[in-house]
């Protein structure tokens, strides 16, 4: 039981990091967005987006 506890704590801590690297990226991305908005660059900031969500999933796997 002891164990299954510890396990779970730390499961909970990795849940919360991810969820804050993704609400960090949500805002970073409004603020892109609302920056940009009627900007020319779409083809530079779907690049950057499709970038950044790799790094999020290649970080999710390595852990």
């Known amino acids: 039981m002891k164990g299954?506890?510890?396990g779970?704590?730390?499961y909970t801590?990795?849940?919360k990091k991810v969820n804050r690297l993704?609400?960090?990226?949500?805002v970073f991305l409004r603020i892109l967005f609302l920056?940009?908005?009627d900007s020319e660059a779409w083809t530079v900031k779907?690049?950057?987006l499709i970038i950044f969500f790799n790094g999020l999933?290649?970080?999710?796997?390595?852990?």
């Open 35 to 37: 920056k940009c908005w």
């Open 46 to 48: 779907g690049l950057i």
């Open 22 to 26: 993704v609400l960090q990226g949500v």
């Open 8 to 10: 779970y704590a730390f």
């Open 57 to 63: 999933k290649n970080r999710q796997r390595m852990s």
């Open 13 to 15: 801590e990795e849940v």
């Open 4 to 6: 299954r506890k510890n």
